[in-house]
């Protein structure tokens, strides 16, 4: 291992609730009370997602995220990086004002930042160096746990619009 690839942040995960998911399973069950086309929709489906790199929880600040659009939206913005590795792209938070934003420097490695968009502007980190497949791996399992408890808990909709797209932005990364 080279010095760079040591200071490279390999440690990453990104870390869903289950509140989500046992909101989704209580919506479910009630669903046969529904109109016929009625259906569930997904992207309003919000929970904490921390994102711990090394052994900082880099997303405390954030209480709740919608979970879909948001790991949707980190894959995709990861997709689009490694296409176009100078180019910094944005990921903001749905329900609260925060943005994170990726930067790809070459193949292995991405800065990444996360700040405030409010009046306060806090920064809580800035051209932090992460490992780009470390930080891959990590939005993909996270997509993955999602996609597995959706089946699990409402088979029925997996083929919703949130779905469908997360399951596009995952195999767009992969």
């Not at 420097?105 to 405030?116: E, I, K, N, Q």
Request: aromatic fraction near 6%.
């Amino acid at each position: 291992m080279t010095d760079r690839e040591r200071r490279l942040a390999t440690k990453i995960a990104f870390v869903v609730g289950s509140r989500w998911s046992k909101e989704l399973a209580a919506l479910y069950a009630r669903s046969d009370h529904r109109p016929v086309n009625h259906t569930i929709d997904l992207d309003i489906l919000s929970d904490v997602i921390d994102l711990d790199i090394g052994d900082r929880n880099l997303t405390e600040c954030i209480s709740r995220e919608r979970v879909f659009p948001f790991i949707s939206d980190l894959l995709a913005a990861l997709a689009r990086s490694r296409h176009s590795p100078t180019q910094k792209v944005f990921i903001e938070s749905g329900d609260e004002p925060w943005e994170f934003a990726i930067l790809g420097r070459d193949p292995d490695a991405v800065w990444f930042s996360l700040y405030g968009i409010d009046s306060g502007r806090e920064i809580i980190c800035h051209d932090l160096p992460l490992h780009r497949g470390a930080l891959e791996r990590a939005a993909l399992d996270a997509a993955e746990v999602l996609l597995t408890e959706l089946a699990r808990v409402a088979p029925g909709l997996s083929d919703a619009r949130e779905a469908t797209r997360l399951r596009a932005s995952r195999d767009a990364l992969e």
